[in-house]
């Protein structure tokens, strides 16, 4: 069955670089959720996309921005990177029906040096 | 705000050992409420889910039912092995479909010895 699928998987940045996340949901979801997942730390949400339009927002920083495009990929856009943003990057989908659970994506590990 | 409360780890077990991670939520409502497990190097991956009060999730020999009056869902396996090395993450959502963001507990790192 078709997963979630998350590019690149590694990325290795400097400091002030920008980097571009991409997300690919499992077909026919129409939500996808990013999340932050720092070092020994528990996944923490970033911000939410239902039907290509921003449906929630959690401790996402402003140098982040993220969109949903009409064939539902998601792209996560990090500008002005800080050593601190070096992390496990999750991207996960869901389908329209309730009580769905959310399926996850294998993760972009990004390194900022 | 909803959030989830997991035992702290790390748990270390001998293999064949009983396991129990402990999970309670704090939320508003009736949430659905999800195990998910991370292997080393790896994403999330589903374990079980429950939606409802008294609701038992079952998967690969672990069980956790959905108490709504202790406000809980501890994770139990009568038998671990080596290969249930991993991180626990208890999760909770209110499920109803599109947007619905899942909250997690700390994780609890759980290593099986042979």
């Known amino acids: 069955a078709a997963g979630v699928i998350q590019s690149p998987r590694h990325l290795i940045k400097e400091k002030r670089e920008t980097a571009t996340l991409k997300c690919y949901p499992i077909?026919?979801?129409?939500?996808v959720y990013w999340y932050q997942q720092g070092p020994g730390q528990d996944p923490q949400f970033l911000i939410s996309?239902?039907?290509?339009?921003?449906?929630d927002k959690g401790s996402i920083p402003d140098r982040f921005s993220a969109q949903q495009f009409s064939d539902y990929h998601s792209e996560l856009n990090m500008s002005s990177l800080e050593l601190g943003d070096s992390a496990l990057y999750f991207c996960?989908?869901?389908?329209?029906?309730?009580?769905?659970?959310?399926?996850f994506g294998q993760g972009t590990r990004l390194t900022v040096v | 705000g909803d959030s989830v409360t997991q035992m702290e780890g790390p748990v270390t077990l001998s293999e064949e050992a009983f396991l129990t991670i402990n999970c309670t939520y704090t939320?508003?409502?009736?949430?659905?409420l999800f195990w998910y497990v991370q292997y080393p190097g790896e994403g999330l991956q589903l374990l079980l889910k429950a939606t409802k009060a008294d609701d038992k999730g079952s998967n690969k020999g672990f069980e956790a039912t959905y108490r709504k009056e202790t406000t809980s869902f501890h994770l139990e396996k009568g038998s671990v092995q080596v290969s249930d090395s991993a991180v626990y993450f208890c999760a909770l959502n209110f499920g109803q479909g599109g947007s619905e963001k899942l909250v997690f507990g700390k994780g609890t790192k759980l290593t099986v010895n042979p």
């Open positions: 996309f239902y039907e290509k339009m921003q449906s």
């Open positions: 996960a989908s869901s389908a329209p029906t309730g009580y769905t659970e959310a399926f």
């Open positions: 077909p026919r979801h129409d939500t």
């Open positions: 939320a508003t409502g009736y949430p659905s």
